[in-house]
Structures are given as structure tokens and as C-alpha cells.
């Protein structure tokens, strides 16, 4: 999904017409350019929020150690959190974060980690919005934007609704989908 498809939900969602009515949604006004960018930076803080408190956008990279370290700057996407460091052989290492990057405890040379990186910040209308491993909507990133566009403009009672519906989305989002299985039974 693209900036335009979840800010035009979000437009529709707080009837916003001059947004509605602009160019880059098929339009021909002009109008509504402050309440468009304000919406934009909505969906960036949103995003934001989602990646570093709810869910974790997941990379997999292979990298290089040198001296037993890897740089932060090695990363190809800003680190939030490592979450495992495996060596070539498929094997977990242990490692200690610090304000540089990863100090590995064996001397291992080339390594595969994952970790939780930050989104990037979305300007562009054609921009693609992450849509965390598909287990958010359109519609669940529209509510989020439409409680937050509400907050900054002060309308605070329809800023909880839309917000209620966004923890909503954001809960069934994270529960546990587990498969339940049942012990073998023998027949009597």
C-alpha cells in the first residue's frame, strides 16, 4: 500500500473534501495542502509508534565482523533492537550491544543477524507504507493517522474514537495465532 491509498482512507475516514479534492487524489483543487502534509506526518508518527512499541519490522542481513565487531553504520536500515546473531554454520553466537554496534564474543568472521529496524520517513505520495508482515490493514494504519490528525487539530473526543478502533486493529494484530491441537486419544 502507498502513502496516497492510506492517506486518501484516512481523507475519507475525517471527510476531509479539500484533501479529497486535490490533484494527486483525481481531483482538480488545490486547497487543503496544510491538512494533507499534516496528514502525512500523522502516518509518519504512526508508523513510527507501531515499529518501536507494538510491531517489529524484521530484517535479515549477513554481515561481516571485523575484529569481532559490526557497526551500527554496516546496517543497511537503522537498528532498534538485535534479536539474534547466527554464525555461517547456522549457530547462535552471543553478542553485547553497545553505542557502536555489536561486540561478538567469538571470533567469528561472517555472520547472519536479525533485528528491528525503524521505518523509513514516508514523504512521497508514492512512498510504499509498511504494512508489518500484512498483519495491518489499510483501514487499521487509516485509524491510527485519522486519531492522530484529530489529537494535533484538538478534537479530542473523536480523536479517542478513531483511536479506540486503531488499539482494536493494533490487539488482533498481535495476538497469538497458534494452532490447537488436541492429545491422541485411543478408542475404547
Do not use: C, H
Amino acid at each position: 500500500m502507498t502513502v496516497l491509498e492510506v492517506i486518501k482512507a484516512a481523507a475519507e475516514n475525517l471527510q476531509l473534501k479539500q484533501v479529497l479534492e486535490r490533484t494527486e487524489f483525481g481531483g482538480s483543487g488545490e486547497d487543503g495542502k496544510q491538512e494533507l502534509e499534516t496528514l502525512i506526518r500523522a502516518l509518519n508518527m504512526i508508523v513510527q509508534d507501531i515499529a518501536y512499541a507494538y510491531l517489529s519490522l524484521i530484517e535479515v542481513e549477513k554481515l561481516a565482523a571485523v575484529n569481532g565487531e559490526i557497526e551500527y553504520a554496516s546496517f543497511s536500515k537503522p537498528v532498534i533492537e538485535v534479536i539474534k546473531v547466527s554464525a555461517a554454520d547456522g549457530s547462535t553466537l552471543k553478542f553485547k550491544s553497545n553505542t557502536y554496534g555489536l561486540s561478538l564474543v567469538s571470533g567469528a568472521a561472517d555472520v547472519t543477524v536479525k533485528y528491528a529496524y525503524a521505518p523509513e520517513v514516508l514523504t512521497e505520495l508514492n512512498d510504499i507504507v509498511p504494512n508489518f508482515g500484512g498483519k495491518l490493514s489499510l483501514d487499521a494504519i487509516s485509524y491510527g493517522i485519522s486519531a492522530e490528525f484529530m489529537f494535533m487539530n484538538g478534537i479530542l473526543d473523536d480523536a479517542r474514537m478513531w483511536e479506540e478502533r486503531f488499539k482494536q486493529n493494533l490487539f488482533n494484530a498481535r495476538k497469538l495465532r497458534r494452532e490447537v491441537s488436541l492429545p491422541k486419544r485411543r478408542w475404547t
